[in-house]
């Protein structure tokens, strides 16, 4: 039986989700992981960079497989700040052979861009803070970098898109990449991100309940600032003797120093009390205990 000359069959898109060596098999050249910019920014995002790991590795591996390329797609995704430069400029340089690339910026400084906002995504989230005030800025800190690393990685998406449909034309059949399926790693990785974010804001809003109204009565917080005020002055009283007779003492009269000696014992264990006296005050009154 004779077939129509425009009954052509469809050509299986890079990185197939069925079979994702089809395309080295049945097409020739350099292609990318082909994937909805908006799913990778939110994938991203959401996981708090940490789906970014799996993202260069599929493109690592994507651009192997079309080529042949010997590489070992793993480590460069682990090691992605050594290598994320060498896969955007490979992406947008392929993107740009074919004159109407949707990339604008440079690649140098977008390059940068990302590894400095995953380096001070992932220190930012390592900060301790002091108060609730320091709490909201380290969220915004944390929050920002993560969604600039996001926003740079579904414009480099978009990017290896274009260069994906313009070298495998309109018979490509791309749709796959787009219907919200998901592959298992992109549900594995970002749902560890998920799960450690939804842990840090927890313990973040546990911290900042307890810190938020006063734990004691009113007469548990009265009788807490009177020891609290009794120790401080019994300390600061020793303290400044203690310091009077450290100068004038006669150090080869065995007798005043071991006097000495003692009572510096006495003052330090009435400045540990006294330390204890502020953290409980602290406790009870609802401040933040460090």
Known sequence: MKTSDNNVSKVPGPDNQHNSQHVIKDVEGLF????SPTTVFWLSFLSLNLYN???VYRHWRTVRDS???KMRP???SIFQIFYIHALISKIVTASRNHGNSPWAGNVEWVSAAYILSLFLGNFAAKVTTKSQGEEIVYWMFVLGFTAMTAFITRAVQK???YHNEQAL???CDFRGSYLGKLYAGEVIVPTIGVIIFVFAVGVSLVSYSQNLYPQGSEAEISSAKVTMDGLTAQYDTCSRDLTARGETIDTTD???VDTYNSDLQTCEEVRLRQNQAVDEYNRLAGFKVE
């Open 32 to 35: 990318f992981f082909h994937r």
């Open 53 to 55: 790991v799996y993202w």
């Open 67 to 69: 080529t042949g390329e």
């Open 74 to 76: 793993f480590a460069r």
């Open 159 to 161: 990017t290896a898109n």
């Open 169 to 171: 034309g309109p018979n």
């Open 254 to 256: 065995g007798s005043a």
